[in-house]
Structure formats: C-alpha cells, structure tokens
C-alpha cells in the first residue's frame, strides 16, 4: 500500500463513517460538510410519530467490500448521533472495524460535530490498522511483492463560518506507516525497490461553500471546498511537500424526490514523492495502484428515491491522471460506471445504507456496503 492508499484508505474510513470526507495524512482528507438549519426530525429529536428506531441515538450499519484486487473485508459501524442545538446538524461520534481476506484489519474513531447553530465545526478520525498486501506487479517494475504493513494516523478539521454558507477554516494530519517485507525474499525486494516506511506530518487551511439542504442526503444546493497541505520535515515528517484540493458539487432536485448530482474533484501536489503523488478515487479501483503528480476527475449520479426507506443509484465518470510520474502509466483516463440499492435506516434524520457496485478497467470492480452516499 502506497502512502497514498493510507491517506485515501482513511479518508474512504471516514467517509464510510459519517458520510464526509475528511483532510488526512497525505491526505487523509477531503471535507468537513455543511448541512443548512435542519427540518422537521433532522436534529436529534424525532419526530413525535416515528418509529422507536428513528428515534433512537444510535446508529449501526454493517460494512462490506469486495474487489479483486483487495479482496473482501467485512465489518461494522456505530456511532451516537445528536445535534447540539437547534440550528446545528446532526454530529456523529462512534467508530468503525474491518477485517479481510487477505487478514488485513482496519479500525478508526471518528466525530462530525457541528454547534453554536452551526457556526463552528470539528472532524477528527484516528485510524489504526495492519495492512497485508499481495502485489503480483509491484507499481508496474514486474516485481511480486508481499508486505505487513502497519498503520497509524490521525487528522482533524476545524471550520468557522464567517458569513452566509462561507466557512474557512484549518486543517492538520500526522502519520506513521512501517513496511515490513512478509518473507526475507519480499524484505530484499523491498530494499531492491526502495520501498520504506515513512512519517508525515502536515498543516493547512480550508475555505469551503456549502449550500446543501441536508448534510447526508442533500437534495438540492452546491459545495465547493478549497484546501492545502503542507508535509514538512519540520513538522516531524519523512520529506516535504504540497498537496492542493479542489472539491465542487451541486444536487438538483426533479421529478418529486429524484436528485440528480455532479462532482467534479482535482488532487495537485507539488514536488511529491511517488507515494505522496495523487491517485484514482473513483469507485472500483483501488486506491494507490495508480499514480501521478495530477488527478482530475467527473461524476454524474442519479439518486432516485422510492417511498420511504428505499433509493437507487445510477453513477458513471472518469478520472485523468497527469503530470510525469515513475513508472509511466499505461494510461491516462480511467472511467467508471455503477448502480446501487439504498435502504434509509432513519429517514427522519436522513440516514441510509448504501450497497454499490461499480466497474472499472483493467479488471478493476468492487462491490461496497457502507454508510452513505458516495459522496
């Protein structure tokens, strides 16, 4: 797993748990979201004639995914979920486990807090884990590589809202990550290829627009997030380098409770090593597996609704990795496409359960069950 992979790994963690992305640790990253003055149920209090399951605090969802380059992990979610005030959207606390077939495990903490009739906002997560990898083609040198590699990371967030739906805000990561080779074989590969681990550590700052009606299924509304990293060995970290972000979606409503979504993403870093360089993030492809000082990406996704528990998805779009990088790529553009069934565990505060598949190229698939949308 490259460094990117961690941070993209985490940052997936921490969408999986609260429905957000997050600034990581070469980046565990992305988002803290904005969600506008709640309706009807969408703060802590359900309403007084729902179900005892929507009323209740807590939230569980099982998590499953399964591609076969990673093959399959399984685990679950929990998290209490309340809002502080009346004018502050839901926040989570709680935490996340996965294990999988390749005996890898992955375990995160995480919070979403918004308060002060969201005018202040907090996302931390911490991530642990070992990660057991089996490369057959090791970043494209011909070479088969098997590593145990462990995983240590945390990040937060911090946004302030300066005005209307503007925020701007501050941002920081650290990171330690050991590769250890799983034979003496793989441990000389490993020194042949100059594969080490590494540390990092990073600051930055946020600016973000969040016009959407509802933080966990938005149905109208637009969201723009600017934000840097800066890795410096100053601050504890095995090299230094920038990474830049830029993050733009829009939700419109039709057809009654029909959404249709567009994002467009772009991941520029600046004088980063190969495993600090930007990566595919579309669903179906693993992350890591492929690399550039560049990425650029467009999605398209209609989210229908049917009743009250019920949605399907329908998604496609592609990514362009750019810039030299080493090996060269085989490629440039990487499109995706995908469909998936959503089950609402608590409508009234806009909760749901999300099972996707999606197909890549280059044999690149992956079935998902998480929490939220994907994005």
């Known amino acids: 797993m490259t460094r990117s992979s961690i941070v993209v790994l985490a940052a997936v963690l921490v969408r999986s748990a609260v429905a957000i992305p997050i600034a990581s640790a070469q980046e565990i990253r992305l988002q ?10 969408e703060v802590g209090d359900a309403q007084p004639d ?3 399951a929507d009323r209740s605090p807590w939230l569980l969802v099982p998590l499953v995914s399964s591609n076969p380059k990673l093959g399959t992990s399984v685990g ?3 998290a209490y979920a309340r809002a502080f005030d009346a004018g502050s959207p839901v926040s989570l606390i709680g935490g996340m486990y996965q294990y999988s077939s390749t005996e890898s495990s992955i375990g995160a903490a995480f919070a979403r807090t918004s308060f002060s009739a969201d005018h202040h906002r907090i996302t931390a997560i911490a991530v642990f884990g070992l990660v057991r990898n089996d490369y057959q083609d090791y970043l494209g040198t011909g070479q088969p590589l098997k590593t145990d590699d462990h995983l240590k990371t945390v990040a937060a967030r911090y946004q302030y809202r300066i005005g209307g739906d ?3 805000g501050a941002q920081a990561n650290a990171a330690n990550y050991q590769v250890l080779g799983a034979t003496p074989e793989d441990d000389l590969v490993l020194e042949t290829l100059g594969v080490r681990g590494f540390s ?4 930055g700052a946020v600016v973000m627009h969040d016009s959407r009606d509802n933080l966990d299924m938005p149905a109208s509304g637009w969201y723009a997030n600017l934000n840097n990293l800066a890795y410096r060995e100053a601050f504890g970290g095995s090299s230094s380098f920038d990474a830049y972000r830029a993050d733009a979606k829009t939700f419109l409503k039709h057809g009654g409770r029909h959404v249709l979504a567009f994002r467009q993403f772009n991941w520029l870093t600046d004088d980063a090593p190969s495993g600090g360089q930007a990566t595919v993030i579309l669903r179906g492809y693993k992350l890591g597996q492929y690399l550039a000082p560049y990425m650029s990406s467009f999605e398209a996704e209609e ?8 949605g399907a998805t329908l998604f496609g779009g592609v990514a362009a990795l750019y810039g ?3 090996p060269p790529l085989e490629r440039q553009y990487y499109p995706t496409w995908g469909l998936g069934l959503q089950f609402i565990v608590k409508p009234a505060q806009h909760m749901l359960a999300n099972l996707e598949y999606a197909q890549g190229v280059e044999d690149n698939h992956g079935l998902y069950l998480k929490f939220g949308y994907g994005w």
Not at 32 to 41: H, V, W
Not at 200 to 203: D, E, K, P, Y
Not at 303 to 310: D, E, K, M, V, Y
């Open 166 to 168: 503007w925020f701007v």
């Open 76 to 78: 679950g979610l929990g």
């Open 32 to 41: 803290a979201a904005r969600a506008t003055a709640p309706g009807p149920g």
């Open 200 to 203: 990092s550590a990073a600051l």
């Open 303 to 310: 989210r229908l609704l049917f009743g009250r528990r019920w």
């Open 324 to 326: 030299s990088s080493s």
């Open 50 to 52: 729902a179900p005892a």
